[in-house]
């Protein structure tokens, strides 16, 4: 049974002709642990502390589970779009997937050899791919030198993601001089180091000589939002990149993940509300003590709550200025949006894109890069958009087909979804209402310019998703902000999303965060929502039924311990 | 891939009828697999957002399941069930009569008496949800029991609480024959046979005007009056079912299509998957039962398949009859709210519900049977695309994205978006010009909708409109292959194919002839559609009575229901 308290009032009564004939969900109930936001790191926080033996209440706004793990028919009909198509980078790493068995029946990943292409507009091409000789190949038809450095590099890179990043991504966060000290301990934790010091830009330039090489690694390392200048994050270029090439595909669509996770939830006792918007986290003697769900007024009480939502929504919409301590407000009012979001363009259509380039192989990568001719060009487009605007002669993104590796997405026999995908301002120069026309215009031309195929009589359904709508259908995504803050020095590590909360805990009793605004961050982590849920157990004093994996267990052993 | 899993129970289909089932087998303690070929279960219960903001149930979007024993005896109100309520006061709404073309036509009081008196609410006390459940909520009889008017369970109802109904000729009439009997005025009849029509039953065919006027109060009375759905949708609803079954240990796979289902010796003893099926191992052996929840056809045609079956029963397979319409779906996007046509001004603002003020209209045009008569002549009879002209093309408005303020409509930034707006057309399998011609005819129906809802608003210019998205009934049928013909509601709900005899008189106990494998599916067994959870509750006797599932103390039966002789009482002691 599910195991939450409640008082049943219900009672048939045939001669109230007012009265009702089933009963609901009561009004007033008592969890140990609410969780505010179905998306994937308020599901892994439920499905930890519900096979924990805790009471839980997963609180979701929308329809359906999973937050941006959706596969929904966007193309209505009969074509599911994905788009987190390309956003499962840490199957290799993520507790939860070994946690709970969610790779074998579960669910399917499929990890392709072809990950991401670069088409160019003379034909030319570069195909990163999961082995690396393959990439090599690909990069030597521009420069020798550089497929050895990749080579090199790209080996010692994944030993720092494998030793360090990837495993610290599922430990809570240390400051600047803890992480200093624990990485002079090792040489791969010193030259790990020694790459916070450059921007992603003066790594792949001082790495890589041949411009078409730094453009394609220049787009991996930033496509999800590092900036190309800044200094400071440079450890995350080698998780980009090792990454980029390791991506994982979940077969039947990303939603299948999310559903996974619910099921895991519920099949232990946890209980989910859909259309279950949170309108107040209630506070009482400064501790938050429940949740009131928004025009139903339902109550769920709770010891402890969890919000996956970013620091605006929780403290100051949720919470409340008034109850907020002077110690994280400016923190919390300072809390800046991602520089970019994405301008999304889904086709339904006869064929895949097919690219007009050297290399037939492109046509298999799980994601293409257009539009981009060299690094001067990606910068100024990615600093347009900073600045609100597009240049539509000058732009370019990733385009993918999401049903190449899965025709379960098209239930039209010999049909596919594809889209393409550019960074783009919430706020664009002119609104983005009056201007969808011409974006989408422009960037079905200019994918048609790249892949000549999807001619218009092969295209039987386009539908454009710009940064607004992503807001408007994912309201957890403010400002149409997929990783729910920018992705800053001053807002990662242990100041995601402050330097009072990045461990998951508040300063106010009860309250905790741990959605992608929360260390370590956004793109289907699953990191927040683990750490969150080993903060819980350990405050509760329960026992936990889960261990670190290997990797973080090395990770401790060598870094962290005394 | 090692060795076949192995669970007792494999169910073909997740929708309401598939994972109902898996909810109550998984209680009986049954190890359950559901398998769902979509990579969304949920069936007909479905919910979309095709344009971000705008929140679309393609399928099912009204609840007529209020009296389902599914409710207490699954428990869905742990799993989160919960309900919107229409905020309007359902007696003023009663006052807003039917729409016709010169307007609103009241509801006489005589009207209101005969209707309440139909759906149980005028007996002392009133026994509306005995009546629902003993008319839907209850296996058909064994074959070699001879259905009377002594033992028909509604017919008991009737005569044990409102004798000035039942009647000898009760179980023979159409639903129009008893509304001239116990009803007034010509537009409350011809509205109430248009929305049975539409619900299942039609209200000009003989023997069934008590399943056809109670598909039309499953809707209204139990909720009082208020055309209210659960919060989120049928999908809302369908997630607490889901829930039930996931808690009690059913396995769910999505995106795992059935191409065969495996029969040894006359026995159904698992299901082969599709290649392309998101599972490792593709056989799923079952040790007591495979229940097919999906259409009849594909179940028996294609997952059974001829080798199994005798050509006789192949051929009243083939032939089960889908003429029950499908279902045109049109949903507008404006950039200025709908408004009224003058006529139809009168009741004012009251009329415009939910947080976007969208009007609220219901049936048009009411104003007699002919206008009925007109349109199902040319979906049924002509086979073909309207040729009623759209003054006379009768339709329906579903209001209830309207009142759910969790729905994305209520704070759309973007403009307006519309209720849904329907048409009953000929479904694709019968459609004389191919089962493409609506697709074919999509732009000319588009214009057809936009000038039948004319009627009755303004707003739907081209300046105004910014997008018509629309649902031919051969979408349907291809994104939710279990909805076959684009029926909504299943194969027809005549006297040919109801109750013990639907889809026929041979499978109508949810049995088929291999043993151990059942179905389960609003095309194959009594009461067929409307995601009632009664054809699981009526297959779980069935289910008892071959000793498959043993259920605890939370079982009841339906107080209607005969044993078949020489098998295990579903009855509890």
Redesign the interface.
Known sequence: ??NFSYESK?K?D??D??????????QESEFDVVIIGAGPNGLIAAAYLAKAGLSVAVCE?R??VGGGLA????????Y?SNPHVLYHMMVDYMPAIRDFDLD??A??WIKPNAQTGMVFEDGSSILMSRMVQDTKDSISKYSFKDAITFGSVIRKWRKIVDEIVAPATYVPPMAPIEITMAMERTELGREMLELGEYSPFEIITNTFEHEKVRTMMLYASCMWGLDPHETGLGFMVPLMLDRTVNKCYC???S??FG?ALA?EV??H?G???????VDKIIMQNGRAVGVQL???G?VLRAKAVMSTLDPHTTFLDLVGREHLPDSILGDVEGWAWDKWSFNTLHIAADEPPKYACDDPWIDEAFATVIGIESVDQLISHWDNVAAGRLDLTSFGGHSTCESLLD???S??PGKYVSMFQIHAPYGIEGGW?DRRKEVQEAMLSRWQKAAPNLTHDKIVSI?M?DPE??E??FPQMRRGAIKHGDYGPLQMGCFRPNQDCSGTDTPIEGLYVCGASTYPGGLVLGGPGYLGANKVAEDMAIAKWWRPTSEMERYIRIYLQE | MGKDERFDIVIVGAGPNGMTTAAYLAKCGLSVCVLEERTECGGACETQEPIPGVRIYPHAMLMYASAAPGFEQLELHKYGFRMEWEPTNPMEAANAGLACTDGWRAISDADKLGWAKIGGMLGQPPFTRELLRATFWCPPHPSDVEVTDENTPYMQVYKKHQPDIWTPELREMTMFDLMDEHLETEPFKTGMAFAAWASGAAGHWEGVAIPAALCVQLLTLPNTGKNSIPRGGLHGYFHAIHRAAVHRGAVIRTSCPVDEILIEDGRAVGVRLRETAAAGGKTIRANKAVIAACDVHQAFLKMVGPKHLDPALIRTIKDISLKNQTLYVSVFHTKKQLTYKERFRELGEARYVGENRQPGLGIYPCDSREIYYENVRDVDGRKGQPTVPPERALWFQTPPQSFDPTDCQASYPRGYISNAFEMAVTSPDYHTEGEDALDRHKDEMDRFMRESYSQMVDGLDDDNLIHHWSATGRDIEFRNTGLIGGTWCGSRHDEDQLWTNRPLPELARYRTPIEGLYHAHQTSGHPGGLCLMAIPYNLMHILIEDGIAEPGKWWYASPYYIPQEGKISARRP
Do not use: W
């Open positions: 049974m599910s219900f048939y045939p001669s002709l007012f009265g009702h004939m089933q009963e609901e969900f009561p706004r329809f359906e596969t929904e028919e966007n193309l209505y009909p009969c599911a074998g029946p669910l399917t077969y039947g669509g939603h299948k559903s099921r519920v099949k006792g209980l989910i509300l859909e259309a279950a918007g928004a025009h139903e339902r025709p379960t997405l239930d039209r209402l539908g998703e709508e992503i408007i259908r």
